[in-house]
């Protein structure tokens, strides 16, 4: 995903050479590379002299430049009481308004100045937006009675009293109704930007998912074997069961690849360079019931859980939507909230 920062600086590259004049609310683009500043009674040159001849006055051109800025991240820029607003013109030399209807922020100075102060607000939205958690997820829910019957009958067992697991409880287990397959995740912080994620996913992955189903009728993959995302099972913090995909040509990676590429793409996904790892995870520390003292992500020890279910088959499992569903919040059941999916297999 490309950060704001990049694109504060391909907008500030286009000032090189040129001004920007707002005549009756749009901006026209002037090149001035090649003008000279006219000073006093419209001499041509861009210095003045005194009397004397001996002293050169140089003027600088201030310009007002428009710049991109989403109004969810107006908040953000103002601060409280305007504080980070006031810090933000004294460090930079540049008068910047701000206008909570408007999608730009006015930023009027020199070129250089204007060009700092751009740099500036879109350094501030980057690390705003790399300290928000994720508030989303794309994913391919697992709806299979027999999967559900043979997770919760691994669940009982690991549970149970006589089975000892340090570590682990309850609250860190996976709800049986809620295992899925994660595509990558999203941070949609107000309901435009959810409203255009779930725009994108109906109108423009459709294509995608047709192009990587041709020649199949369905979307599978056998659900076995143990692992853990760490290197230390005695200190596991995530436990998985691999989605085996029993296709020739690989076609559930093919598909889940080539729409997170197309979601990241796009700026709405969180940008991963990492290879897409698939994975059904079934139990994760991040889930644990905490005390308000206990801050501490706690892990478990696997060992025990390896040893014993290492092998877990919990059958193959057909995949028909695909969907963008919220973190934290849960509806009925405790289950995942979609707000939106579009189907694997179009009817």
Known sequence: MASSSSTGNRAIRSLQGISLVKVQGRNYRVNTRSMQHRANNGDASSSSSDESGNETIYTEEII????????????????????????LRVKTGTRIDINKTRDTVMIKGTKDKVENAANAIDEMIYKYKERIRPTHFLSLPIASTYTTRKFEEFRSSILSSTFKCDGLDESIIVNPAN?????GVFKLMHQ?????????????????????????RNLSAHLRDLKIMQTNPADAHVLYVEPKDESDDGVLRKLCTSVSQKMMESGLMVEDDRQLKLHVTLINTAHRAKSPEDSARRPFDARPILKEFGNLDLGTVQFDKLHLMQMG???????????????????
């Not at 991240?73 to 305007?82: C, S, V």
């Not at 996913?201 to 199949?216: D, F, N, S, T, Y």
């Not at 707000?339 to 179009?346: K, L, Q, Y």
Request: charged content about 25%; overall charge positive; hydrophobic content about 30%.
């Open 64 to 87: 007002t430049y428009h710049h991109p800025v989403h109004p969810k991240f107006h908040g953000k820029l103002i601060g409280r009481g305007g504080s980070t607003l006031k810090s």
């Open 179 to 183: 295992i899925h397959i994660t595509l």
């Open 192 to 216: 435009d930007d959810i409203e255009e994620a779930v725009r994108f996913l109906k109108q423009e992955c459709p294509k995608i998912v047709r192009e990587a189903m041709q020649g199949h």
């Open 329 to 347: 919040r849960r509806g009925p059941g405790g289950t995942y909230i979609s707000e939106g999916s579009i189907p694997i297999i179009e009817s």
